[in-house]
């Protein structure tokens, strides 16, 4: 594990300082081109090359963001996700080198937010990073001042102010990613969304290059709370079904 030079004494003089982000990858040039790049941007970075040693260092050390790997030696990256998630709820980015659809639904599932295939950017990982946390920073904002009301679409509630959602008055568990997606389109219930626009109001992201990342999302958010009530239009987007009045 590599440890970073940095001192907790100071408040935050740019978006990313005192973040502190956990780099999970057993590839040493990524590894260290991603933290070069996140301390850059700011960032406190530690860093973690098997699941063993990620799980130890996050339960110590209390990142506030995991950029993690699928592929891992110990175990892989899924199951730090899952033991991570079960210390504290923490906000994920997942690294994968397959594109492979299965993985990114099932990172999805044990509670990662997002995730990136490789080769990717590092711009776009850094902007992705700064998007997950802001992302973080909006629910606290909200859960400190709470709309009032439960917004109810037939079997479906959605509670704003304790971000809970209900199917058949049976709670379910969604991702901070996939609460606020389905917020989203509930806004505008019936209404087609196309998938610029929810990467632009979801992840504040407006590279149509991540428009894949809208798709595993939804299929995601269907096997939850039920794959017909959340229509695609196809070339366009997605609209959030409704009972009839």
Excluded at 85 to 108: F, I, N
Excluded at 213 to 231: C, F, N, P, Y
Aim: aromatic share 4%; hydrophobic share 45%; net charge negative.
């Amino acid at each position: 594990m590599e440890q970073t030079h940095t001192s907790h004494s100071g408040t935050a003089a740019t978006p990313g300082a005192q973040r502190r982000v956990l780099v999970v990858e057993d590839d040493p040039t990524i590894v260290d081109a991603i933290a070069a790049r996140l301390r850059a941007e700011g960032f406190l970075v530690q860093t973690a090359g098997d699941g063993p040693a990620a799980v130890d260092t996050a339960e110590a050390w209390q990142p506030d963001l995991l950029i993690l790997d699928i592929m891992l030696p110990g175990f892989d990256g899924l199951e730090v996700c899952r033991r991570v998630q079960a210390q504290r709820p923490v906000p994920v980015l997942m690294l994968t080198a397959r594109d492979d659809e299965t993985d990114m639904l099932v990172g999805l599932g044990v509670g990662a937010d997002d995730y990136m295939t490789k080769p990717f950017s590092m711009r776009e990982l850094a902007a992705r990073v700064h998007v997950l946390l802001r992302r973080v920073e909006r629910a606290a904002l909200a859960a400190a001042t709470p709309r009032s009301g439960i917004l109810r679409l037939g079997e479906l509630e959605i509670d704003h102010a304790q971000r809970r959602v209900r199917v058949r008055s049976e709670d379910v568990h969604l991702t901070p990613t996939e609460f606020d997606l389905l917020v989203c389109l509930a806004n505008t219930p019936r209404a087609v969304l196309s998938r610029e626009q929810l990467l632009a109001e979801v992840w504040d992201w407006a590279d149509a290059s991540g428009t894949r990342t809208v798709d595993s999302h939804i299929k995601a958010l269907r096997r939850k709370i039920g794959a017909e009530r959340i229509r695609t239009v196809h070339g366009v987007g997605y609209a959030l079904e409704t009972p009839n009045p």
